[in-house]
């Protein structure tokens, strides 16, 4: 089962797609196996990051912005602004795919756990993602 | 195959598991395929590291001390301590997800790779790991 | 479907493997699936990164330079040269493993994503990636 999620973002910080992941998961009825999720972009990637305390979001996004810093005189990719080059380095550092358990038929995210889509460009975007939701054993049952 | 591995650490550190996923693969008989781990927390990593001298891992550390600084005043979710916030930045720039090649019923890691889990508390902790065990072409043979 | 890949690489920088990647899937025949890649070493890595424009990636090289210098005195793991810590600790902030989905028969990036090599060492050097090509539900075709 593979399906395309769109997503708007409205410029840099994160957005939980754990529900809409939940529900690929709900739709394909399987049991045991993996999802797997791939970003095609490489100015946002993927974050698997606490869920609870919206400030530890907010914390990363401040590391983030003084390790990777908006207009560094270290880059010369400038053509789209001072966040284009920074967007390109912080989807490195990060993830641009990323593939979660399937268990008892749920999301096998651990308690604080959820799935973001991270948009590093300060302007608003519409991001796809790849979900791909592989089962096991299903050959042997039958 | 899915198992839970649970592993206990005793605080800061990268902590060997390869010979458990190893001893899974052997446990499923499966000959090509992909293992798959996934560590169901925010304050440690899963790690593939250097696993012939150990000072490389302790220098690793060292850098990402000095990188992610515990205490660091830009930091507002400090509830949990000074290793609290810096534990969730590392496991963000570090992996919570990793898939490994099975080779002729082995796991296929490079001669000098060991797989780890990495804490990032500095106080010891319980962690599990989803492992999944993926057989190619099984239905097939069948 | 597993093959593994050999790059030569001609010392630190970035090497486009998408040609071969994409041949892997051709040659599979699958529709829809999964391809992983796997790099055996820990000095070397996998990268998805903007194909368009190079400066990109030479930026991004500058980045790195920065962030991991090359003879950091805070290394004690020396043994090769001044380039051998820093190779490990771009290998532990990249990605040693990739998996990327299969669309109708293609490689499912997106416009501006590449596949690389990552080569962390300063001299030459031949990787192996393992590939592994997944196919989703052709046992139900079956």
Redesign the interface.
């Known amino acids: 089962?593979?399906t395309t999620l769109e997503i708007a973002t409205q410029g840099r910080g994160s957005y939980e797609i754990t529900p809409q992941v939940s529900a690929q998961v709900t739709r394909s009825r399987i049991t045991?196996?993996?999802v797997?999720l791939?970003?095609?972009?490489?100015?946002a990637s993927l974050?698997?990051?606490?869920n609870a305390?919206p400030?530890?979001r907010?914390?990363?996004e401040?590391?983030m912005s003084?390790?990777?810093p908006d207009g560094d005189p270290?880059?010369?990719?400038t053509?789209e602004g001072p966040d284009d080059?920074p967007a390109?380095?912080r989807?490195?550092?990060?993830?641009?795919?990323?593939?979660?358990?399937v268990?008892s038929g749920q999301l096998?995210?651990?308690?604080?756990?959820g799935i973001f889509v991270w948009e590093h460009r300060s302007t608003a975007h519409r991001r796809?993602i790849?979900v791909?939701v592989?089962e096991?054993q299903?050959?042997?049952d039958?």
């Not at 974050?47 to 606490?50: D, G, H, N, R, Y």
């Not at 096998?108 to 756990?113: A, D, I």
């Open positions: 089962m593979q045991s196996g993996l797997h791939f970003i095609q972009h490489t100015s974050l698997v990051c606490e305390d400030v530890v907010e914390d990363l401040a590391f003084r390790a990777v270290l880059f010369r990719h053509a080059m390109h380095v989807s490195v550092l990060t993830d641009c795919s990323l593939c979660i358990p268990l096998g995210l651990g308690t604080w756990q796809s790849v791909t592989q096991l299903r050959c042997r039958a």
